[in-house]
């Protein structure tokens, strides 16, 4: 009575998830799996393509429908209502007409599959570089074809000076909304850093918070997605930035695209000294992350293995781009197609 077996092809739609879009085309593999009474499991009549619903889902105008066929005090108990659902009016072209559209988006789709493979591609070849580069099984030579002399064995902190962030009094208006960018875990996402979505203004420097200066690594030491990544950032411009982060500035001969490099490549040693349990731990302890031992390259060796990896970093990014451009094309698409 409260278990129900699907197919490939039926539509689900989660009761009490749709707000959010939790609504798909069952594919093959998961024929003959088990779903609760809190779905509600469509198929569609020989006048509807099954392929034509899949893109219909993702306009804006299935999805109002979606919020108001539902009812609740709010949104994260909010209850579908099929039967209110089922009667609204959509605009449906013959079913020759549904295959082509659907075949069209397809495409485009295609084309984003493809782009994601060469962008995962491209960073797999980045993680092996730098675990040769790094492990110094592959070494740069000097511009005459000599060798760099050996890299030499450091402590991370002695070769870089750190400082913490912090967050400004939120009931004072006069440090918000400014235009220096405050750098939390939310807007470290990619590896140069030059915005955020909140801001701060002068007034909060020195006063709650700090500023990094263009060219410092900004590392994430709390909070718990250093369980799954540890996300570190170069600076492109001064920003501030919160208590969770710290900003690492490289002296000693070290160059920050060096450091950033080597400080990702070990990623997978940083998230095993990370402490912490229960919701929204984890920890990076500052003390034991200077402790690290670091083999440091010649300068000039370090400018080399940078070049190389922001070339690569370049080529991600440039896939990246393109990927963008066709989700917002297929986005239009869908805005007009639909309406």
Request: glycine fraction near 10%; proline fraction near 4%.
């Amino acid at each position: 009575k409260s278990q129900f077996e699907i197919e490939g092809g039926d539509f689900l739609i989660s009761k009490r998830q749709i707000v959010h879009g939790a609504c798909g085309v069952v594919t093959d593999d998961f024929a003959g799996a088990i779903v609760s009474n809190e779905y509600s499991i469509l198929r569609c009549s020989p006048e509807l393509d099954l392929n034509f619903l899949r893109y219909l889902s993702h306009t804006v105008y299935f999805q109002q429908t979606c919020f108001h066929s539902s009812i609740g005090v709010h949104v994260e108990k909010m209850i579908f209502k099929l039967d209110e659902w089922l009667d609204w009016p959509v605009n449906l072209p013959t079913l020759r007409e549904q295959e082509k559209i659907a075949g069209f988006l397809g495409v485009v789709d295609g084309k984003i599959s493809g782009l994601r493979q060469k962008e995962e591609g491209l960073k797999r070849f980045k993680a092996g570089l730098m675990q040769k580069l790094f492990s110094q099984e592959l070494r740069f030579t000097r511009d005459d074809g000599s060798d760099f002399p050996d890299w030499e064995e450091k402590r991370l902190g002695e070769i870089t000076r750190w400082s913490s962030g912090g967050t400004p009094s939120k009931d004072n208006p006069d440090f918000w909304d400014g235009d220096i960018p405050w750098v939390s875990a939310l807007a470290m996402h990619f590896p140069l850093i030059s915005d955020a979505p909140l801001k701060v203004t002068k007034s909060a420097i020195g006063k709650g918070t700090r500023m990094a200066p263009r060219g410092a690594i900004l590392m994430l030491v709390r909070g718990s997605m250093l369980y799954n990544r540890i996300p570190i950032c170069v600076t492109t411009r001064e920003v501030a930035f919160n208590q969770d982060v710290k900003a690492i500035v490289g002296t000693g001969g070290v160059t920050h695209e060096f450091l950033a490099s080597w400080l990702r490549a070990n990623e997978s040693l940083l998230m095993s000294m990370v402490t912490g349990t229960g919701i929204g731990a984890g920890k990076l302890e500052t003390s034991e992350l200077q402790d690290m031992p670091i083999q440091v390259p010649h300068p000039e060796e370090q400018r080399k293995i940078a070049a190389a990896l922001s070339a690569l970093d370049g080529k991600i990014a440039g896939v990246r781009d393109q990927i963008a451009g066709l989700e917002t094309f297929k986005k239009g698409l869908l805005q007009q197609m639909f309406v």
